[in-house]
């Protein structure tokens, strides 16, 4: 992507795969997978977007995973956040290097607050 860091998934093939589970969310095991994302934005490692969001809610997907930018750090935090939960309008992908995805969504709850304003 010319910045020095390999995707091993690229971020339109990620943000497509969401959108994709969303689309399905009345299918056995998609409601449990999406709500399971909803308490992620209240209580779990997404909750920093929760806190950042105060007239919308959202579902949230964090993860820490292996560092591939060419100046290696241990792990890089990502986060998938789609806005608002109950009938999602944007869809934000974040990478944050060198810190856990709990870390990144207090980035990306920041951007997205902005679309509160």
């Not at 934000?92 to 870390?103: D, E, I, K, N, Q």
Request: hydrophobic letters at 45%.
């Amino acid at each position: 992507m010319g910045l020095g860091v390999r995707w091993r998934v690229s971020p339109l093939r990620m943000a497509r795969a969401y959108l994709e589970l969303y689309r399905r969310r009345d299918q056995p095991g998609v409601r449990e997978v999406l709500a399971g994302m909803v308490q992620s934005a209240h209580v779990g490692t997404g909750s920093a977007i929760g806190r950042a969001l105060k007239h919308s809610g959202a579902m949230v997907k964090t993860g820490t995973a292996a560092c591939t930018h060419v100046r290696s750090v241990p792990a890089d935090g990502f986060v998938v956040a789609l806005v608002p939960a109950s009938n999602p309008q944007f869809l934000l992908l974040v990478r944050v290097h060198g810190v856990t995805g709990a870390t990144a969504a207090v980035t990306a709850g920041r951007m997205l607050s902005r679309l509160e304003d």
